[in-house]
Structures are given as structure tokens and as C-alpha cells.
């Protein structure tokens, strides 16, 4: 759709969030209006539905209307592919990242069959970053978007079918009197498809502080790879780390090389980190230390800017405001695994463990990128795994065809 459609609901609305956040990550341009702020958008919700105030309501280019629908709803109205074509394939990738893509493409030049089975949209996180600077053959740069776009398109180019808007529930091994045939995968939508090969590249998540104004505000002001969107901030007066830990310090002291000034807030009695990165942060001469602090709000300025991240202090309950043009969010991963719990062997902190061939404890299974225990959280790395994910699922292949 090249016109951008408009959602009409409240910010204290859920299923308001859900449908912001489900056309967000698939990269749907809209129009946000809060009813509560704007009497003719209430007024328009009420002539819409008979006189009710049901929100969401999403009003598309083409003058149709959805009220409070369902991400099954959105992505038929949006149509997004959610069933397979076929009923078997050589390989199935549970995730849509860049490692996903970089494995489907290979396999699929080796003439595979290759399904991709995202639950948002193609592209993963790459997909929502406003800038790479440090992407391989890209000097000035390159959006996001932008780069996740030409992944798919070449993933596309041979062959490579995308499913978005559905999840892999579980999986199953097919035994036959040879031996292992493959796996049954069950799909969130319902279907199964069978596979001779899994590929689990579903990533993981940015823990966020889920304080208010946080949704709206990120790639706005709000991020989570200092490396990627630091170079942003140059010149900037001053930019908040939100997390002691030993990342928050690291990118802390990155940062520097930016911003004025970089102050970092942690919510525990005393910074996380190591000591030595300790003692670095305190003598720096561009940054601070917030202990006891929390993110109560984050402040948007007249162009939908980070300005300032509201803080509580944990002690004395005290509010106050604290001016940043950008915040940087390093308080944890969350490793996509929820559901491969019992099927694969996990370690403590629920990413995937594999061998040095990419293998999980499943047989068929392998698994690479962010979501596999070791990896670096790099998208140059991640795109590495892909491809030498690649490569060992076609050993396997090959072994199983003698």
C-alpha cells in the first residue's frame, strides 16, 4: 500500500499496542490518533461504530475499516502470506532475520526447497534498525529497511518461499524402518509441513523497560545497539545508558566517542559490571553515574524526537526529568526459545546450545544467529552464521542421500 492508513485508539488501550506494534514490524506506514487528545477522532470512532467507542479503529487507504481485529484479521486485510505452498521441503528456517535469509539463499542456489516461517515480518531486527554504518560494503550506510528488503529480495530471486504472520509451534521427528525421514513441524495457524531439515534462527529480544512513550520512541531516540546507531548521537550533548551490567558499561564508554556526555542509569544500589569497567566509567571524564534510578516515562519533543527520559528514584520515590537526545537500552536478551523447551537442550539463560557444526541435540535440528548460545549479536556475524549454517545442513543432506 503506498497510502498509509490511520489507527484510532488510546494510549492506555492493549489491543491499541498490539496493532500499532504488528504493522510496525511489518514496516507498514500509518497514522497514529489518539482519541483522547483529538474530540474529532472520538466523534469519528462513535459515527463508525453506531455510537460505540471500539478501538482500534483502523481505517485503510482504500476506505475500508477494521474495529479492534485480531493479527489474523490485520494480516489477511494486509495480505501477508501465512500458508505453505507445498506440503514438504528440503529445509524450514523458523525465523526471518538476516541469518535466516543468508541460510535460504544458499540452500536454495544448491536447488533445495526452502521455507521461511517468520512470526512478525522478514528482516527480524535488522529490519526495524534505523541505520547500519558498519555493514560491509555499504561506506555511507544503509537503512535497515532498506537492507532487510534486499535480503528478501534475493532470497526471492531463487526461489525462496516466505511465510510472515505465522510461527513454529513444535516439531516432531518421522521415524520410518530406515531410520529418521524428516520432521513434522507444526505451524501456529494450524497447518504442518514436513521438512528433512529445521533450521531455528528465531533470534532473540531486546529486553525493554516497558515504561511509557517507549514503543513510539524507538529508532526515534531509543535503541539497543550502541554500536549500530552511536554515530548518530555525535556532537550530541548528552545520551543516557539505561543498565550497569557489563554491555551497558562497554556501550557506555563507546558512546563517548559521540556524545558530550553519556550518563548511565541503573535501577540496583551499585553498578553490574566488572570492576575494571567500573573504575573506567567513574574516572571518565564525559560520563555519570545514576544509582537507584528508574525509567518512569520517555518524553518526545514537537517532531516525535527523544528530549528527555523521566526518572523515580527507588529510595525517595522523588520524580525527576532528565534531558537526553538519545537513550541506549542494555538491561538483558531474551533468547526466542519459549517453544523448543523440552525439545532441544538449552542452557542457563534459555539460548539454544549447538556444536561447532551448528547442530542442536535434536537430529535434523540446527540452529544459528542470536538465538544460539556464543553468538556475538552482530549482524555481519549473523549473516556468517547463516551461511555456515548453510553449508552444514547440505553436508547432512548429502549424508542422508547415501
Known amino acids: 500500500m503506498t497510502a498509509k492508513l490511520k489507527v484510532i485508539g488510546a494510549s492506555w488501550c492493549p489491543d491499541c499496542k498490539r496493532a500499532k506494534t504488528f504493522l510496525g514490524q511489518h514496516r507498514i506506514e500509518f497514522d497514529w490518533v489518539d482519541m483522547e487528545s483529538d474530540p474529532s477522532a472520538q466523534a469519528e470512532v462513535e459515527r463508525i461504530n453506531g455510537g460505540k467507542r471500539i478501538i482500534p479503529t483502523i481505517i485503510f487507504p482504500d476506505g475500508s475499516i477494521l474495529t479492534e481485529p485480531s493479527n489474523d484479521e490485520l494480516a489477511e486485510k494486509l495480505q501477508i502470506v501465512r500458508e505453505a505452498s507445498l506440503g514438504s521441503y528440503d529445509v524450514v528456517i523458523a525465523g526471518g532475520g538476516p541469518t535466516a535469509l543468508t541460510t535460504a539463499i544458499y540452500a536454495a ?30 561506506p555511507d550506510g544503509i537503512g535497515g529497511a532498506e537492507l532487510a528488503g534486499r535480503f528478501e529480495q534475493q532470497a526471492r530471486k531463487y526461489g525462496v518461499e516466505i ?64 554500536t549500530c546507531d552511536g554515530p548518530f548521537y555525535k556532537g550530541a550533548k548528552e545520551v543516557v545508558v539505561l543498565g550497569g551490567g557489563n554491555s551497558g558499561l562497554e556501550e557506555g564508554l563507546f558512546l563517548t566517542q559521540f556524545a558530550d556526555h553519556v550518563t548511565v542509569i541503573e535501577r540496583g544500589t551499585e553498578l553490574r559490571g566488572s570492576k575494571l569497567l567500573q573504575e573506567k566509567v567513574y574516572n571518565h571524564p564525559k560520563m555519570s553515574v545514576k544509582l537507584n534510578e528508574a525509567v518512569k516515562s520517555f518524553v518526545a519533543n514537537d517532531k516525535s524526537q527523544l528530549e528527555s527520559v523521566e526518572l523515580e528514584n527507588l529510595n525517595t520515590k522523588e520524580i525527576s526529568s532528565h ?56 549482524l555481519a556475524s549473523a549473516v556468517g552464521e547463516g551461511a555456515a549454517a548453510a553449508i552444514q545442513i547440505r553436508y547432512f543432506l548429502d549424508k542422508l542421500e547415501k
Open 323 to 378: 534531558d537526553a537526545s538519545g537513550a541506549f537500552v542494555f538491561i538483558g536478551l531474551d533468547p526466542n526459545t519459549q517453544w523448543l523447551t523440552g525439545s532441544v537442550e538449552l542452557d542457563e539463560r534459555k539460548f539454544i546450545k549447538t556444536d561447532q557444526m551448528f547442530n542442536t541435540s535434536a537430529r535434523g535440528v540446527f540452529a544459528a544467529g542470536d538465538v544460539r548460545g556464543g553468538s556475538t549479536k552482530q
Open 109 to 138: 542456489r544448491e536447488n533445495l526447497k526452502v521455507l521461511i516461517i517468520e512470526k512478525s515480518a522478514v528482516g527480524g531486527q535488522a529490519g526495524v534498525t534505523e541505520r547500519f554504518d558498519n555493514y560491509p560494503g555499504f
Open 163 to 226: 511465510l510472515q504472520a505465522v510461527g513454529v509451534e513444535s516439531f516432531k521427528e518421522i521415524d520410518n524402518e530406515e531410520g529418521y525421514a524428516g520432521l513434522d513441524i507444526a505451524l501456529s495457524t494450524g497447518a504442518v509441513v514436513q521438512a528433512r531439515v529445521l533450521l531455528v534462527a528465531t533470534g532473540s529480544t531486546y529486553r525493554r523497560t516497558g515504561a511509557d512513550g517507549e514503543d513510539d520512541l524507538i529508532g526515534a531516540g531509543i535503541h539497543f545497539c550502541a
